[in-house]
Nanobody, 115 residues
Framework: QVQLVESGGGLVQPGGSLRLSCAASGRLFRFYTGGWYRQAPGKQRELVARITSGGSTNYTDSVKGRFTISRDDAKTTLYLQMNSLKPEDTAVYYC?????????WGQGTQVTVSS
C-alpha cells in the first residue's frame, strides 16, 4: 500500500507560479509511474501530467509549456511546477501513482488562480 500526501496549493494571481509536492511512502517508489490530475467544480477529474519510472513525461495540451512534472526518487516525492497560471487552472489537484494495475491517490490540494 502506498500513501500520498500533497502540499503546496494555495491562492495565486494570474501569471503567478506554484509548486506542488507529493510525498509517497514505500521504498519501491522509483518503480512507479506517477501523475498529477485535477478536478474543477462541476467537471470530471482530468490528467494534467505523468512521469514514468524512466523519466518520460507527457502533459495535457492546456498546460504544455507552463507546467513541469518531475520526481526525486531519493526523496520519494513527485513535483508539479506550475508557471503562468490562469484562472482556468483553478481546481483540486491530486497526486497519483500506479502500482501495477492499482491506482493510489492523495487527498488533494486546492489551487485557486484569481486576482
Amino acid at each position: 500500500q502506498v500513501q500520498l500526501v500533497e502540499s503546496g496549493g494555495g491562492l495565486v494571481q494570474p501569471g503567478g507560479s506554484l509548486r506542488l509536492s507529493c510525498a509517497a511512502s514505500g521504498r519501491l517508489f522509483r518503480f512507479y509511474t506517477g501523475g498529477w490530475y485535477r478536478q474543477a467544480p462541476g467537471k470530471q477529474r482530468e490528467l494534467v501530467a505523468r512521469i514514468t519510472s524512466g523519466g518520460s513525461t507527457n502533459y495535457t495540451d492546456s498546460v504544455k509549456g507552463r507546467f513541469t512534472i518531475s520526481r526525486d526518487d531519493a526523496k520519494t516525492t513527485l513535483y508539479l511546477q506550475m508557471n503562468s497560471l490562469k484562472p482556468e487552472d483553478t481546481a483540486v489537484y491530486y497526486c497519483n501513482v500506479d502500482v501495477g494495475p492499482l491506482p493510489y491517490w492523495g487527498q488533494g490540494t486546492q489551487v485557486t488562480v484569481s486576482s
